[in-house]
Structure formats: C-alpha cells, structure tokens
C-alpha cells in the first residue's frame, strides 16, 4: 500500500514528473497540497488527503475514501495543474520502470525500443499508471501489464 494509514480502498492517484524534484518543490507542494486539503470535500464531506514522493519523481495523492464525486476529482486535477510548476505532471504518457531500484522515466512510445536494446524485460517493474486504489500495487512486472505485448 502506498499510504498506510488509508484502507486498501481509498482513492490514489499516480503522476510522474519529468525531473526529479528538489527538495524546494517537495516542501511546497506539501504545504500546497496541505493548504488545498483544508477546503477539499465531497458531497459536503471534509477529504483527508495525504501527498507522498517516491523516487523523487513519483508523486501519489491519496484520500481516505472510496467513493468520491466529481468535483472533488476535479478539484484535485485543477490543484495538480495549477501546482505543478516545470513537472509537467499531468503527461500520461510518462512511465517509469525500476533497475537496481534506481527509477528510470520513459514516454509510452519508447516502450518498444526499451524491450529491443533489453533496457527492460518481462520481469521489469514498470509503473502501475492505471492505478486507482491504495492497495494496488505501485510497479508491476512487464508481462502483468497492458503494455506486455
């Protein structure tokens, strides 16, 4: 689980920088997400929500909780726009995967070169980019991912 004080079910969402961040951007983004927290809700319910890096370039939002409306989806997408300066969070197209535990960034369509010069193979753990639950795994291995083929 990638936030332990959250159930399995909770919400988390996954966004891969295109840099590693500093430890400046860390400390604001944490008082950013935290000030953003203090007016989140859905369906006029306060959300706790929590932030965690990983790798340095790795960033999770998780909420405790599992049903949550649109808006405060929305709310959450806005705030990430709005927050991520020079991260260029919000491109889907980034992925990651782990080599000797060092993480290394890819974009979807070097996927194939990757497999062709053996920088990954059907044991690498890539990132999850379909997570949505906080007890999904964060890195699954080629062969158990959309991408195996």
Same mark, same amino acid.
């Given at each position: 689980?990638?936030?332990?004080?959250?159930?399995?079910?909770?919400?988390?969402?996954?966004? !891969? $920088?295109?840099?590693?961040?500093?430890?400046?951007?860390?400390?604001?983004?944490?008082?950013?997400?935290?000030?953003?927290?203090?007016?989140?809700?859905?369906?006029?319910?306060?959300?706790?929500?929590?932030?965690?890096? @990983?790798?340095?370039?790795?960033? $999770?939002?998780?909420?405790?909780? &599992?049903?949550?409306?649109?808006?405060?989806?929305?709310?959450?997408?806005?705030?990430?726009? &709005?927050?991520?300066?020079?991260?260029?969070?919000?491109?889907?197209?980034?992925?990651?995967?782990?080599?000797?535990?060092?993480?290394?960034?890819?974009?979807?369509? &070097? !996927?194939?070169?990757?497999? @062709?010069?053996?920088?990954?193979?059907?044991?690498?753990? !890539?990132?999850?980019?379909?997570?949505?639950?906080?007890? &999904?795994?964060?890195?699954?291995?080629?062969?158990?991912?959309?991408?195996?083929?």
């Amino acid at each position: 689980m990638i936030f332990n004080q959250f159930s399995p079910e909770s919400r988390v969402w996954l966004f !891969i $920088a295109n840099q590693k961040v500093s430890s400046s951007q860390i400390k604001l983004l944490h008082t950013r997400f935290s000030n953003f927290c203090e007016t989140w809700k859905s369906h006029g319910t306060s959300l706790h929500g929590e932030i965690k890096f @990983i790798y340095d370039q790795l960033i $999770a939002f998780g909420v405790n909780q &599992e049903n949550l409306c649109g808006r405060s989806v929305d709310a959450l997408v806005r705030f990430v726009r &709005e927050s991520e300066d020079d991260l260029d969070l919000l491109n889907r197209n980034r992925m990651g995967y782990l080599k000797n535990d060092v993480f290394n960034p890819f974009l979807f369509h &070097e !996927i194939k070169n990757l497999k @062709i010069n053996s920088s990954i193979s059907s044991t690498t753990m !890539i990132t999850n980019n379909f997570i949505e639950k906080n007890g &999904e795994d964060l890195f699954i291995p080629l062969n158990q991912s959309p991408f195996k083929d």
